[in-house]
């Protein structure tokens, strides 16, 4: 080896070095020095697991997983456990993580998950750094957007999962391009979202940004979320949820549902939306249940939301059936009560700025709509309110009211 190539060497392995040292604290764990090269391209799968297993048995103080800045991190699907032994413990995300770029290698392995994190209390997800889901070829063959095509995708992977984590965090973090839904949060009980970037096409099929299952107590503030689906999508079993000064678009908006698609029995109750605002989504503030649901959705507010050029800004569809258009009235449904609409102003896209759908077997009850101005996004047009089986109180809405009193 000649001597300008050892100096070279030198003064890569040094710089490494003194870049893991930087990040190091007696309690921290550096995933340089588990192995990880960060080079975009060399799976450091291993070392971000072991990383994690050593901060996850460290029982002092609050241990620091670090993901440095300056690296990129290809890491294929990993999942990390608990419980851990320590109180709380961090897992900062400076660099970048990269997911692998072909879906071949999820072969023989869950094609739904990629990072997650289960059966953790007091974990804190933070940084200034990136998860990237390189999504582009799952979207390529994705059933949705490509039917036809043998061999179609129908499920792909979520870029981040909490499972049955609790009193837990995740702040500060930009997400781009997951396969499927962005962050997915199931069985969770007092997690908080704050100042996340979620990024992905608007034509990228069912690229949720935030996707809520099971879970209570949950806050949701400060984002910024573009999608090819719901920028939030809040499922069964979810109680005690608040999202406040959230950012959509492009997307489907804040949607409360798909829910009871089995006919199972639906429990979706005291969910706050408030200081919202909506860019050019398929809808605004959204209520959507399945026809052979049986429960209840009750107790929702959306406050202060603002639209420009929305679809559908304020749209409850109880009738949802697998051939849109083409539902038969059934007996069954999920019991939508106590909703209130405060505050909402913008423009509407479509002619139907107000669109309640609701079922005859089981009518809409508790609705309150109040100081609502919605007109049409192309000058010179107007908007109309539609709804269908719903009673409740409005006073002062724009277009002219249609709720049975």
């Known amino acids: 080896m000649d001597l300008l ?10 710089s ?12 921290s764990f550096n995933v340089l020095d588990y192995g990880a090269i960060g080079n975009n391209h060399t799976d450091d799968s291993n070392a971000l697991l072991k990383a994690w297993n050593a901060a996850c048995s460290s029982p002092v103080g609050t241990p620091k997983v670090i993901v440095p800045r300056n690296y990129a991190f290809l890491v294929n699907p990993v999942l990390f456990h608990g419980p851990c032994k320590a109180r709380n413990i961090d897992f900062v995300v400076s660099g970048i993580i990269l997911a692998p770029n072909s879906p071949k290698v999820w072969n023989g392995c869950d094609a739904s998950q990629w990072l997650a994190f289960r059966g953790i209390t007091g974990l804190n997800v933070y940084g200034a750094g990136t998860i990237d889901g390189r999504g582009k070829d799952w979207w390529d063959q994705s059933c949705r957007h490509h039917p036809d095509l043998k ?19 995740v702040r500060d973090v930009h997400f781009i391009n997951s396969p499927q839904t962005h962050v997915l949060i199931m069985r969770c009980n007092g997690l908080h979202v704050s100042n996340v970037t979620i990024q992905s096409p608007g034509y990228s099929p069912n690229t949720d940004g935030i996707h809520i299952q099971s879970s209570h107590h949950l806050t949701i503030d400060d984002a910024k979320i573009g999608s090819g689906d719901d920028c939030v999508s809040i499922g069964d079993y979810t109680s005690d949820l608040q999202i406040t000064n959230v950012e959509c678009g492009p997307g489907h908006g804040i949607s409360i549902g798909s829910l009871g698609k089995g006919g199972n ?13 909506f860019k050019g989504t398929t809808n605004g503030a959204r209520i959507k249940t399945w026809q052979v649901g049986k429960g209840y959705v009750r107790k929702v507010s959306f406050q202060n939301l603002k639209f420009d050029s929305v679809k559908n800004p304020l749209i409850i569809d109880q009738n949802y059936c697998n051939v849109r258009g083409q539902c038969k009235e059934l007996e069954t449904g999920v019991q939508v009560s106590d909703v209130v609409y405060k505050g909402l102003l913008g423009t509407s896209s479509t002619a139907v700025a107000i669109n309640v759908n609701c079922s005859p077997a089981m009518p809409c009850t508790g609705i309150s709509m109040e100081s609502i101005t919605l007109t049409a996004a192309d000058a010179g047009k107007r908007v109309v309110a539609s709804c ?18």
């Open 5 to 14: 190539a050892f100096i070279f060497i030198l003064g890569f392995v040094t």
């Open 16 to 27: 490494k070095l003194a870049c893991s040292n930087a990040n190091r604290t007696p309690n």
């Open 151 to 169: 061999g179609c995708i129908k499920l792909a992977p979520t870029a981040l999962k909490f499972l049955s984590c609790n009193k837990s965090r």
């Open 265 to 277: 029995f639906v429990r979706v109750e005291n969910i706050q939306v408030s200081n919202a605002f």
């Open 388 to 405: 269908g089986n719903a009673r409740g109180i409005e006073t002062a809405v724009l277009p002219r009211p249609c709720l049975r009193s």
